[in-house]
């Protein structure tokens, strides 16, 4: 904390908020409340038209687009030199590091590193500033030594055309000796699926003999696993998992077969917590730092950073299984959200996306939910709406059309994973019968005005059991 306020000091935040005179955390919480995006975002429009030293002191030229808000289709998040090499360089160093340390004697540079990035847009600002996905950012200013054993060449891991793309990514990489491979699993399992199909195979094992790790994140690895397993029938493969966000990168799997993440905490990075309970109560001033987080409680996670972000909400949510090394799992968002594919559409999204839909094609909406209809061998993902209608349109194939394109204006995320069916096909449109939500919030005994009908779901559970009673 008393790093990153001694180097921002004489930004304009800094002066604006006397920096200087902030010499422990008690008066740091109490400078400024807790922000989100809509609160900084002024400040990071003028600093992507090309003023400098509002935030952070040194240059900020690239930024990092990340799925949308309430006002905006996306966010552009401010991205120093310092979080490039001290933050995100930095994890990717230390999770090999862990690797080894669980993994003695192995041989991962002897073959090459399969890098699968998200969306890859570049856009340039000026010749040298440019604006894109994260995963693009990072491969485009990726330091020698790590450019070794990276494959595809970064004229395929650019591409924005994801037809184009996996067809190149396949065919590049079918021949090379992959020891390692790291991506979202949706993508990750689109492109292993086209490899099969050009080789002729059943077990990417076949394919890359030596591949023995498969980093993940950005989604919970949870509905694929089994669907990873099937595919790469192989002894001996390992999963980790990381904590990586246009933010920050946040945590590293540094034990085997445990579903939790070492909170790495020397990466330029100052975390303030609030309880889940708190946060929705409006009691933003209840934050405290590490030192008096207790295990067992669901925190809103806040940072500070070495790009700017003050008092930063960025969203989720987790919870400490140990205070002795940090240790945590993802357990949510601050909001509801459906994130099964790395689309991270938000309550708002959806709510816009249906009443859109319904003024369009004169249908009126008393219940809805939505969950995801996961990949597997044969098929791409989607999304599963339930609707119980007051009134039903004439055309529900069209309801879903228009309901879908609201969707990509709104939360540019969604609008990638929709890109040509490839990891998205379009919704799929359900009609539940009358009475079918108040018959299930009866069952479980939950009738009354504080109860409500989950929205948007990130498992099947409630949805199978809403489709079993749909009769």
Not at 21 to 44: V, W
Not at 373 to 400: C, Y
Request: glycine share 6%.
């Amino acid at each position: 904390m008393s790093k990153l306020i001694t180097t921002a000091q004489d930004t304009e935040w800094g002066k604006k908020h006397d920096y200087k005179s902030i010499s422990n955390y008690e008066k740091f919480k109490t400078r400024f409340p807790i922000q989100d995006y809509d609160d900084i975002k002024p400040y990071i429009d003028r600093i992507f038209n090309g003023e400098q030293n509002l935030l952070w002191p040194t240059e900020i030229k690239w930024f990092a687009k990340s799925s949308g808000t309430t006002n905006d289709k996306f966010k552009l998040i401010p991205v120093s030199k310092e979080t490039l090499e001290e933050c995100h360089y930095k994890g990717g160093k230390d999770l090999l590091c862990l690797y080894y340390q669980n993994h003695p004697n192995r041989k991962l540079y002897k073959g090459k590193h399969l890098i699968i990035g998200g969306s890859a847009q570049i856009h340039n600002i000026t010749s040298d500033s440019y604006f894109g996905d994260l995963s693009a950012i990072i491969i485009k200013n990726l330091p020698f030594w790590a450019e070794i054993r990276r494959i595809p060449k970064k004229e395929i891991a650019l591409l924005d055309k994801w037809d184009q793309k996996i067809e190149q990514m396949a065919a590049s990489s079918i021949k090379e000796d992959v020891y390692i491979v790291a991506g979202v699993p949706s993508w990750t399992l689109l492109l292993f699926k086209r490899i099969l199909e050009i080789t002729g195979k059943d077990n990417i094992a076949d394919v890359w003999p030596n591949l023995e790790l498969f980093m993940h994140g950005g989604v919970s690895f949870i509905p694929y696993k089994d669907q990873f397993k099937q595919i790469i029938r192989k002894p001996g493969m390992n999963y980790v998992e990381t904590y990586n966000a246009s933010e920050g990168f946040f945590g590293i799997q540094d034990q085997v077969d445990k579903e939790e993440m070492l909170l790495m905490l020397d990466y330029g990075i100052f975390y303030e917590f609030i309880s889940l309970d708190d946060f929705q109560n409006g009691n933003t001033t209840n934050t405290i730092w590490l030192d008096q987080v207790k295990t067992g409680i669901n925190y809103v996670m806040i940072i500070s950073t070495n790009s700017g972000l003050w008092r930063y909400v960025i969203g989720d949510t987790i919870k400490f299984t140990s205070t002795t090394p940090f240790r945590f799992k993802i357990t949510g968002r601050t909001k509801h959200y459906i994130n099964a594919f790395g689309e991270e559409v938000i309550i708002d999204n959806a709510e816009k996306a249906i009443q859109t839909a319904c003024e369009r094609t004169g249908a009126k909406i008393k219940e809805y939910t939505v969950s995801p209809v996961f990949m597997d061998r044969k098929n791409t993902g989607a999304h599963q709406w339930l609707i119980e209608f007051v009134q039903q349109p004439e055309n529900l194939s069209f309801f879903g059309e228009v309901l879908d394109n609201a969707l990509k204006a709104l939360n540019s995320d969604y609008e990638a994973k929709r890109s040509h069916n490839f990891i998205m096909h379009p919704p799929v449109i359900t009609l539940a019968r009358e009475n079918l939500f108040y018959d299930w919030l009866k069952n479980k005994g939950k009738l009354g005005g504080q109860n409500k009908i989950p929205r948007l779901l990130n498992t099947r559970e409630i949805m199978d059991t809403l489709l079993e009673m749909n009769t």
